[in-house]
Nanobody, 125 residues
């Protein structure tokens, strides 16, 4: 069983920055592929970013490429999402997710096995 707890959300003005954290339980965190998703009101959950077990490979949705950075610290069992140049359309609940089935870079939410409770990010114009 893997438990994920996100933190770091909040209210920020357009152009600002936030860093989300996701702390994971489990002694094999370094073997999990991790991802971030978001869901805005009335919209489907969408892929934001993914990172491989070692952190050496990353993948981003086109909408956040160049503005967001995913990273991980396996010694701290934590994955991060640094969000810069935020836009009002980035407003959503952000979720981290873990996949334990092998592979990485999944963009479909069904490919992930465990989810956090989400953290709200609101960007004002």
């Amino acid at each position: 069983q893997v438990q994920l707890v996100e933190s770091g959300g909040g209210l920020v003005q357009a152009g600002g920055s936030l860093r989300l954290s996701c702390a994971a339980s489990g002694r094999t965190f370094s073997s999990y592929a991790m991802g971030w998703f978001r869901q805005a009101p009335g919209k489907e959950r969408e892929f934001v970013a993914a990172i491989s077990w070692s952190g050496g490979s990353t993948y981003y949705a086109d909408s956040v490429k160049g503005r967001f950075t995913i990273s991980r610290d396996n010694a701290k069992n934590t994955v991060y999402l640094q969000m810069n140049s935020l836009k009002p359309e980035d407003t959503a609940v952000y979720y981290c997710a873990a996949s334990v089935r092998g592979g990485w870079g999944f963009t479909e939410w069904l490919s992930y096995d465990y989810w956090g409770q989400g953290t709200q990010v609101t960007v004002s114009s």
